[in-house]
C-alpha cells in the first residue's frame, strides 16, 4: 500500500509540472488575458490553470527536497566514529553501576559487564538465530534479582529459564494457555485480573487509580463497535452498560477480596435484585427491616460466590 501511495503522489508531481507547461504554453500564444476593457477567456483560463498547478508543483517540490534531507540526514556518518553509543567512560555511571553484579545488564563495555540501574531502554534487534535471547534476554532474567516479566509466545525461554529462576528461590509463574512444553514446564497457572483491583486498596496510593483501572477493565469487556451502522447511536446506553460492570467489579472485590472473580461480577449483573440491592447499599439508601424480619432472599450478599472459587494463584 505504501508503495501504490509513493507512485499516485509521483503520478501527481508529473500531471502538475505537464498542466503548468501546457498553461504556460497556451498563454504564451494566445496573449495577455486582459485586452483592454476585455476579459479573454482563453488566456485567463490558462493563467488560472497554470498558478494552481505551478502551486502545487512547487509544493510538492519543497516536500520531496525535505524527504531528501531527512534520508540524507539519517545515512551520513555523525562522525563520532562509533562513540555515541550507550556511554563512552565509566565516569558517565559512576552512581548508577550495581555493585555486586544484580541487575539490569547492558552489555560489555571494555571488557566488563555494563549492570546498571540508570532509568534507560534497551531494544535488541536481529534476526532469526542471531543471539538475542542469548546475548539479552536471557542474561537480563538471571542478573535482575526483583520480578521481571516475558512475553514468550514460542515457549523456548520458559523451557531455559522456569528452574533456574526456582533454584535460587524465586516465584515463576508461567500462564501457558497453548499448552506448548508442558512435560517440561508443567501444567499453566491461573490469572485473576480482580487482583489488580483489590492490590490498590493494600499499597500507598491505590485507592487513586481505582477508578481508572476499573473503567479500563470494563472498556475491554465491553469495547466500543468498529462502526455504528445503526441510524442511531447507543453510546449512553454502552456508557450505562460499563458504569454497572464497574460497580459489579468493585462490590465483588469489596466482599470477597483477592478471590472474587469476573464470574461472581457476572452473575451480580444478572441479578437485578441483587445488584439494586447492593447499589442502594453503597448509597446508604438500603432500608432499615424491623427487628426480628427474616431477610429477604435477593439481600444476602452474593450468597458465598468467592467461598466456592479457588484463591488467586498470581497476586
Known amino acids: 500500500m505504501q508503495g501504490q501511495q509513493t507512485q499516485k503522489d509521483r503520478r501527481n508531481v508529473i500531471l502538475s509540472f505537464v498542466l503548468a507547461a501546457a498553461s504556460w504554453q497556451v498563454y504564451g500564444l494566445t496573449g495577455p488575458a486582459l485586452w483592454g476593457p476585455e476579459i479573454r477567456v482563453v488566456p485567463a483560463l490558462a493563467l488560472v490553470v497554470l498558478c494552481v498547478a505551478g502551486f502545487k508543483f512547487v509544493v510538492d517540490c519543497l516536500w520531496y527536497l525535505g524527504a531528501l534531507f531527512e534520508w540524507l540526514q539519517a545515512v551520513m556518518p555523525t562522525g563520532l566514529k562509533g562513540t555515541g553509543g550507550f556511554i563512552r567512560s565509566w565516569s558517565e555511571l559512576k552512581g548508577e553501576i550495581v555493585k555486586g553484579g544484580a541487575g539490569p545488564y547492558f552489555g560489555f563495555f571494555r571488557n566488563r559487564a555494563v549492570i546498571s540501574d540508570y532509568e534507560a531502554c534497551a531494544l535488541s534487534v536481529g534476526t532469526t538465530g542471531s543471539g538475542k535471547s542469548v546475548g539479552s534476554v536471557i542474561p537480563n532474567s538471571l542478573s535482575i534479582p526483583h520480578g521481571k516479566c516475558h512475553f514468550d509466545f514460542k515457549g523456548s525461554l520458559a523451557c531455559q529459564l522456569a528452574e533456574p529462576l526456582r533454584r535460587r528461590g524465586e516465584r515463576v509463574r508461567l500462564l501457558n494457555f497453548a499448552g506448548l512444553y508442558k512435560e517440561i514446564i508443567g501444567e499453566t497457572d491461573r490469572y ?4 489488580i483491583v483489590s492490590d490498590c486498596f493494600w499499597r500507598p496510593g491505590g485507592l487513586m487509580e481505582v477508578g481508572e483501572i ?20 447507543n453510546e449512553y446506553f454502552r456508557s450505562g452498560s460499563r458504569s454497572l460492570i464497574e460497580f459489579s467489579v468493585l462490590t ?12 461472581d461480577a457476572y452473575s451480580l449483573l444478572m441479578d437485578r435484585e441483587r445488584l439494586l440491592h447492593h447499589a442502594l447499599w453503597a448509597c446508604g439508601k438500603l432500608p432499615i427491616e424491623p427487628e426480628g424480619a427474616a431477610p429477604a432472599p435477593s439481600s444476602t450478599p452474593l450468597d458465598d460466590f468467592g467461598s466456592n472459587n479457588p484463591p488467586a494463584t498470581i497476586h
Open 214 to 233: 476499573l473503567s479500563e477493565m470494563a472498556f475491554q469487556l465491553y469495547p466500543e463497535p468498529k462502526s455504528n451502522s445503526g441510524t442511531s447511536d
Open 192 to 195: 485473576n485480573p480482580t487482583c
Open 252 to 263: 465483588c472485590v469489596l466482599i470477597d477480596g483477592e478471590n472474587a472473580t469476573l464470574g
